[in-house]
């Protein structure tokens, strides 16, 4: 800054002196000492007194101005003479600054602040000081007043610097903004290619959806397919000018601004539609300054960047509209039941009013303030002729009808999800966590419901036969209550009911030194009359209980009665038609089907049987022992006691399930190669090679049993079950689906067709004659394991096979008279007959290479002419019996004795 021409020394009139000549030199400089606080003087304090010069000339002090005379223009010294050396002209800053008075503490330091903030107070710090410096005043000496024009330049000079201080230090102040939010900024290149979290569909092989996956309810909708209703109504209720602005609304920022500056903090937005998706996509939604910078900057960026069209794209399928509904098209399905593409200007005004705040103007928490609401959005399109008056007037006259509420009930399909959901990591890994997908799965919708309905019945008529119906009341044969500390959450606990809290639902029960509560509410398997707390049960009676999570947590679900599990194959596809782990139904519930290894009993002699046929060793007129007493070594009883007085053909062993005859029939075939075929039947399950195989001591799964049988019913080729048939992504591309391996053969058809025949005389004359109501073939096998803690039976038609499965979690005995008959072909036989509605009875289809011959059913040899007791028996080609039948001699000798007998 240029400093002011010096002004010409003062001389007193009454000792003029003479002139100074042109070698005259002026008077030394006296330097002005700073203000000494604490030195005594009434002399004001330099905050008091005008501002003067650091510097003054040596002299005597100056008369009044009129006596003053100026000297001639040739005695004024030269400006540089005139001017004070830089070092006299400013003291230290040490010195200028005065120490604090006496009796006042130093100021406290100033705590750190935001880097930003510090930096933008400097550079006000530096202008203001610049400002101060330019519009000091400096005491005028003696003489006549300058003339105006010059002093109005100068101050004009002063006023151009200080403005341009201003300016620049304004300019630095907002580089270094500028500078600092965009070092941090999101890109903008994840709009262009928006994937928000949508909603992954699985459905049933028909398109019904059975299920949904989602972390937000979300599904895209192309800003081309929305209708104009729909965008129109949202630019009205939130953006008018959308069109028209580059991303901001400057007015409302002000309007903002003032707002927040008010309350020191940022309590209000004035967010145009482009702010709105930057701060949902990009940024967070904190109240705070420096989100709404980057909110600013990146909506300038996105304007450049992206067209008006596709930032409403965005901004439509973004929003929420509560209910856990995210997007017009989610929106639309569940108010009104329908897609966007559907949605009248009414409903679409709806929707808009919505935005504002879901849990206020949703119609389903208060229609009144809805459609107050709808009626502004209706007028503000009135009122930026958006849309005709005639069909504003009539949205306006149109009532509010929303679709039904979907019911919270129990999904079609849980254990179908879980799986299909692995699946669907495995085809796409990671991305799988966005949704979008749209997943068919094999499942069919009516067989689904009806295998539902199979196992619950079932374990309910179980229920009904041991008396675990409420209400309960004490009873001398209740078993004893669990005595000590709880540990183990996982398992079943027999407590004691110790109150009742009918109005808040809840049964008190204790468990060992446990006290817990259950919720009745949530317990409609065993509660289905809804009786409160007070009536279900007595207090002192003995419940079996678990634990619903943690131990501390108090928590307990009943657990009186058994699960069930069932699985259903298409025969032909050996695609998974119904699948149900448990009663529930409940996401997150164990998929027994699939995932409970349990003992299959008697299942598994079909595989003993059907290997002996395979390896052409057994024969369905093999004659196999009966009795323990003829085994050596592993010696298992028999069901029926009155079993084991006579070898019996292998058909009646199986129809009848003789155990003794299945560990002979293994013993002759040999463990290990049944293990073996059993692999080749789809069997991982650990299996062991020893005799207690033929009962089916070793464990395995429904669904391995039920695609074991299945390879019977399809002529002896296997298949890996399949349940996801389709993945299409979120563009509607068509995904590779998990490989699954090509069918491979395990027995020849005409094998096949013998093990399923031998199966059928289980049906017909044997344990699961009950399946005869079916009015179709049927072939399968029945199976109960040591103490009933497991029944099954596993079976199939021409069409399709299934596995049912009832007992305890913990192995915990079904009760004296449960078998497989009882406790789960019931549920076999309600879904089957449900499955095959409408189709017609077809018989199992026979092969070539198979041989129909009569034999003598005691001996399992070819019958003798005439003989009326043979019987037809079927065989391999190659293994019939040969041969003439010779008679038993002591039947012919009872013969000639009944000649004699008196007629």
């Excluded at 009414?346 to 935005?355: N, P």
């Excluded at 109005?503 to 008190?508: H, P, Y």
């Amino acid at each position: 800054m240029a400093s002011d021409p010096p002004r010409r020394p003062v001389v007193p009139p009454e000792a003029p002196g003479p002139p100074p000549g042109p070698s005259a030199r002026p008077a030394p400089l006296e330097p002005t000492l700073p203000y000494d606080a604490g030195a005594a003087s009434s002399d004001p304090t330099p905050s008091e007194r005008a501002p003067t010069r650091l510097w003054s000339p040596q002299g005597a002090a100056p008369e009044p101005p009129a006596a003053v005379q100026p000297p001639p223009a040739a005695v004024q010294p030269p400006p540089a003479a005139v001017q004070p050396p830089p070092a006299a002209v400013q003291p230290p800053p040490a010195a200028v600054q005065p120490p604090p008075a006496p009796g006042h503490p130093p100021p406290a330091p100033r705590a750190p602040g935001h880097p930003l903030r510090e930096r933008a107070i400097a550079a006000l710090r530096a202008a203001v000081a610049a400002l101060r410096a330019v519009f000091r005043r400096k005491p005028r000496g003696a003489g006549p007043r300058p003339p105006l024009r010059p002093q109005l330049v100068r101050w004009g000079k002063r006023l151009a610097i200080a403005l341009a201080a201003l300016l620049a230090a304004a300019a630095i102040a907002f580089f270094l903004v500028v500078r600092h939010y965009e070092a941090d900024l999101p890109t903008t290149a994840e709009l262009k290619n928006y994937s928000p979290p949508q909603v992954t569909r699985f459905l049933a092989r028909d398109g019904t959806v059975i299920g949904e996956l989602f972390v937000e309810r979300r599904t895209l909708v192309p800003v081309t397919e929305i209708p104009p209703a729909m965008s129109l109504a949202a630019l009205a209720a939130e953006d008018a000018r959308f069109y028209k602005h580059d991303g901001l609304n400057y007015l409302g920022m002000l309007r903002a601004l003032i707002v927040n500056m008010r309350s020191a903090e940022a309590r209000q937005g004035g967010s145009t539609i482009t702010q709105q998706v930057v701060k949902n996509v990009l940024l967070t939604h904190e109240r705070t300054l420096d989100r709404k910078m980057r909110e600013l900057l990146l909506a300038r960026r996105i304007e450049q960047e992206l067209t008006k069209d596709q930032i409403l794209e965005l901004y439509l399928n973004h929003i929420y509209f509560g209910h856990g509904r995210y997007g017009v098209e989610e929106a639309a399905r569940f108010y009104f039941g329908k897609s966007v593409r559907q949605v009248t200007l009414a409903e679409a005004a709806l929707l808009a009013g919505i935005v504002k705040g879901p849990s206020i103007y949703s119609p389903r928490v208060n229609r009144e303030r809805a459609e107050k609401r709808r009626a502004f959005v209706l007028g503000q399109m009135r009122e930026k002729r958006f849309m005709p008056a005639a069909q504003i007037d009539a949205a306006l006259a149109e009532p509010i009808r929303l679709a039904p509420e979907p019911e919270l009930s129990d999904e079609l399909a849980p254990e179908v999800l879980a799986e299909a959901e692995r699946a669907l990591r495995r085809a796409v890994g990671p991305e799988a966590r966005y949704g979008g997908y749209t997943v068919v799965t094999s499942i069919d919708p009516k067989m689904q419901a009806a295998a539902r309905a199979a196992v619950r019945q079932n374990l309910d008529a179980y229920a009904a036969r041991h008396g675990l119906v409420a209400p309960f009341a004490r009873a001398k044969g209740d078993p004893a209550p669990f005595q000590g500390a709880p540990t183990d959450p996982n398992r079943a606990y027999l407590g004691v009911v110790t109150g009742a809290d009918d109005a808040r639902g809840t049964l008190a029960i204790r468990v060992g030194t446990a006290q817990g509560t259950v919720d009745l509410r949530k317990e409609r398997r065993y509660n289905p009359r809804g009786l409160p707390p007070s009536r279900f049960a007595e207090v002192g009676k003995v419940l079996r209980v678990r634990f619903a999570g943690e131990i501390e947590a108090g928590k307990l679900r009943l657990d009186l009665g058994p699960q069930g599990a069932l699985i259903a194959l298409d025969t032909r596809t050996r695609e998974i038609v119904a699948l149900v782990g448990g009663y529930e139904g409940a996401r997150g519930g164990l998929d027994r089907a699939s995932h409970a290894h349990r003992q299959p009993g008697s299942t598994f002699k079909a595989i003993v049987y059907g290997y002996g046929v395979h390896a052409r060793k057994l024969t369905a007129a093999s004659m196999l022992e009966t009795n323990p007493a003829a085994l050596e070594g592993y010696q298992p009883g028999n069901y029926d006691e009155s079993e084991g007085q006579s070898p019996k053909r292998l058909r009646d062993a199986l129809a009848h399930s003789v155990n003794v005859a299945a560990v002979s029939a293994l013993r002759d075939v040999g463990p290990e190669a049944v293990v073996a075929w059993a692999r080749e039947l789809g069997i991982t399950s650990k299996l062991g090679a020893d005799l207690s195989l033929a009962l089916g001591s070793y464990e395995v799964t429904p669904r391995e049993m039920a695609a074991a049988y299945a390879t019977f019913a399809a002529g002896g080729a296997y298949q890996e079950p399949a349940l996801v048939t389709r993945i299409t992504g979120p563009r509607g591309e068509a995904l590779p689906v998990p490989a699954r391996p090509p069918p491979r053969p395990a027995m020849t058809a005409a094998e096949a067709y013998i093990t399923t025949d031998l199966l059928a005389s289980v049906v017909k004359v044997g344990t699961a004659k009950q399946a005869l109501s079916l009015r179709r073939p049927i072939a399968g096998k029945t199976g109960t394991t040591n103490s009933a803690k497991d029944a099954w039976f596993v079976g199939y038609s021409t069409d399709v096979a299934c596995a049912v499965w009832t007992g305890f979690d913990d192995a915990t005995p079904l009760g004296a008279r449960e078998v497989g008959s009882s406790a789960a072909l019931p549920a076999f036989i309600a879904f089957m007959d449900k499955a095959h509605a409408g189709r017609p009875a077809t018989d199992f289809p026979e092969p070539l290479g198979i041989v129909r011959l009569d034999i003598d059913p005691e001996t399992g040899g070819p019958a003798m002419p005439g003989q009326e007791n043979a019987v037809a028996e079927v065989f391999l080609e190659g293994t019939e019996p040969t041969g003439v039948a010779l008679p038993d001699p002591s039947a012919i000798g009872q013969g000639i004795l009944d000649l004699f007998k008196t007629q």
